[in-house]
């Protein structure tokens, strides 16, 4: 928990805090499908004021969790 609150107070805007906290909070359920989801819904709510940024950063780092992955 200490190492979350460092990581949130280092952001110097608001945006990147929030950013940091929801990181915290939902990225230790990650690979499942809920979790996914609910970041990316909360990621939104920062990010709703520019949503052609808010698209690409999903398609970045989110989008992989959500696609059945391929058999080799």
Sequence with gaps: ???????????????GRANALIDGVFHRGF????????DTCAHFLVEVDDP????EKFA??????????RRR
């Design 1 to 15: 928990m200490l190492k979350l609150a460092k990581k949130v107070l280092r952001r110097k805007t608001w945006r």
């Design 31 to 38: 690979p499942d499908p809920v979790y996914v989801a609910l």
């Design 52 to 55: 052609k940024r808010f698209a």
């Design 60 to 69: 970045r780092y989110n989008l992989k969790y959500l696609l059945p992955r």
